[in-house]
């Protein structure tokens, strides 16, 4: 048997791609050529013929063109793998790069190729994993954040003891937390990793405390090595601030334990946000999602944060299910409601509604942490 | 005279950001309010008014609240530089992190605080460094690109020479140029510097050839050291699908070349177009910024590609001007429409357009370059 080219193996695979492009009828079949050409020889296509391998292999294809439930059409194109598969960067640049400048095209969803999941394999801890790290199982995680930014090491860290005391299995860092004069990071790390060993010391009740990673790329590799040293179990970072590649790279070379991933400057850039904060994010690695709920600060409609959730946790090749982390303006009082609607593999966020507490913290998060406690029990034994 | 910690004297400072809120008239106050304390202490203004340091220098004020003249209104807000300025990731974050999740907020603009201004010192060559470098005055930069992907190096070297032998000043990879096994990184940029060094040796044109970075942070790294150790003038990234921090910290610790930057992913990241392509790319480093031009392949409006290019170039502070490089679409018959558009300080990117040329290719290119001087003679001619 004859050897072929890699390429042409590769070439075979197709990244299918599914668009929402905001077109009157007779015009949206010549819009989405001039999609699928941004999206993969960007020439005219009189160029692209001049080359046998462009022409057969590059050119990518309209696969389906119809009505979109929700106005406009879906357009399906057939994209080369060749392209996307060269690195996480190109995978974007091929799903979406040029094409997110038209203010008429969203981003829908993509089908994975195998190639493809074999550059990005998915959280390497996912559910599964954060659970046997916390020992925790049959009900969600419980989760809060230590805000504002403003306060010292020493305010952090009683915040973080008194979250630990009241029961809580995740603390972390709000995303405002840097390398401040009046936190710096390497204190602030030990402090809030000494609060929480303190109290498992003490009671036996293990809380993950998760610091925020900022700044360029050298910073946040300095900043992954130290927590880990310094005993940290978790990290977070916010990969449309810093870039989606360098999650990957952190997840892949410079992390052995759980990222969290959080959704600031995600803002609208024309993908469903299931797909870039479920699908994208879990296949960049992120083990567990925090994105806006619904009927909190922010307007995410109920249906939207459904779908997030799913597709962090939904089967999809080989990858491992991440948390969905519903967060934003979320109350100890809701906890049941959210329990009934994203189900036990879930970390519920709340954050402000505990720290407001005026009376004591620990008791307020012990409510919290009891009432989803009782919630996933209702929920176990409903039919 | 008592000497004051270092964090009180920064938050005398403020960073001035405007928003675009679309809200009716009576809610835009409690909205503006909203997007007030998302960008500060996330949490509700009892837990803050708990601490002095965050009541007195971390909650920051709504300025101004008007009628905004295309519709909604125009908040001006004041933010603590303190938190902005601790690392490039965490001044978009304070700028717009979180609110660019809420979909009736955009960002319009931002004021430089001195203290953002010595973290961000913006373009290290600017025009007047590249200009110097190619020896050009008084005419816009000719720009074109080596596409489409899927070329073999040869191909693309071909590409190189022809272009340059026309007298194009600047040939850059497409975007979608990386590790591809059909055109290796190095090979390619081996390649493409010895056409356009053999182009030099026999004509006494020099062209800069802009090889594209793409990938995780460390392949950047790595791409940008062997680029420039190969002789490379200048590489280009795509700052939204790399991140941000990563340009700031590849033109302050790894390039001692101009950086072109690229608006693939940029999308609707419901930031003002001028504001991000224009301030945001310039402020972080970039010495010329490709955006999609009126009239081509994309929707832009004219008065938006004008207001992205004064951006770049407009005096603020201490900060170089960068290039505007309009392209996307754009064909050699429209340089004279360009250069009188756009001014003299302006580099003409026409990639298909020269590429499609079915005669000679060097033939094409120096028609472009004619156009290009001989409208820029009429400019400067012009009352």
Redesign the interface.
């Given at each position: 048997m004859k050897l072929r080219?890699?390429?042409l193996i590769v070439a075979m695979e197709r990244l299918k791609a599914t668009y929402r492009i905001l077109a009157p009828a007779d015009e949206v079949r010549a819009r989405t050529e001039?999609v699928l050409l941004?999206q993969?020889?960007?020439?005219?296509v009189?160029?692209?013929n001049r080359?046998p391998?462009?022409r057969e292999?590059?050119m990518g294809s309209v696969l389906e063109l119809t009505e979109h439930p929700r106005g406009g059409f879906r357009a399906v194109l057939s994209l080369?793998v060749?392209?996307a598969s060269?690195?996480?960067?190109?995978f974007?640049?091929?799903l979406?790069?040029?094409s997110?400048?038209?203010?008429?095209v969203e981003l829908e969803d993509f089908e994975l190729p195998a190639r493809i999941a074999s550059m990005l394999p998915g959280p390497r801890f996912g559910i599964a994993g954060m659970r046997a790290r916390l020992g925790v199982t049959g009900r969600p995680l419980t989760c809060s954040a230590l805000?504002?930014?403003?306060?010292?090491t020493e305010?952090l860290a009683g915040l973080c003891a008194g979250l630990a005391a009241g029961g809580i299995d995740v603390i972390k860092d709000?995303?405002?937390l840097?390398?401040?004069?009046?936190s710096p990071f390497e204190e602030r790390v030990r402090a809030c990793l000494d609060a929480v060993a303190e109290v498992y010391a003490r009671t036996g009740h293990r809380t993950l405390y998760v610091p925020n990673l900022?700044?360029?790329?050298?910073?946040?590799?300095r900043q992954a090595e130290h927590a880990q040293q310094q005993g940290a179990e978790a990290v977070m970072i916010?990969p449309m601030?810093?870039?989606?590649?360098?999650l990957?790279?952190l997840v892949r070379?410079r992390l052995e334990v759980p990222l969290l991933a959080h959704?600031?400057?995600?803002?609208?850039?024309?993908?469903r946000p299931a797909t870039l904060l479920g699908r994208l994010f879990r296949l960049f690695g992120a083990d567990a999602v925090i994105f806006?709920n619904y009927g909190g600060?922010?307007?995410?409609p109920k249906e939207v944060c459904g779908e997030i959730a799913e597709a962090l946790r939904a089967p999809w090749r080989d990858l491992a299910p991440a948390f969905p982390v519903p967060a934003?303006g979320m109350t100890v009082e809701r906890a049941p409601e959210l329990v009934e609607y994203f189900g036990l593999d879930t970390m519920l966020l709340i954050?402000?509604s505990l720290?407001?507490a005026t009376d004591d913290l620990s008791d307020r998060t012990r409510a919290f942490v009891e009432s989803v406690s009782r919630a996933a029990a209702a929920f176990g034994a409903a039919p």
């Open positions: 080219p890699d390429y001039a941004e993969t020889i960007e020439t005219p009189s160029v692209g080359y391998f462009v292999q590059m080369p060749v392209t060269i690195d996480p960067a190109q974007l640049n091929v979406f790069g040029n997110s400048l038209h203010d008429n805000k504002p930014v403003g306060l010292t305010e709000d995303h405002y840097a390398d401040h004069p009046f900022s700044g360029t790329p050298d910073q946040v590799f916010a601030l810093l870039g989606m590649p360098l990957h790279e070379s959704p600031s400057f995600a803002g609208n850039l024309r993908i806006a600060r922010f307007a995410y934003g954050g402000g720290l407001e």
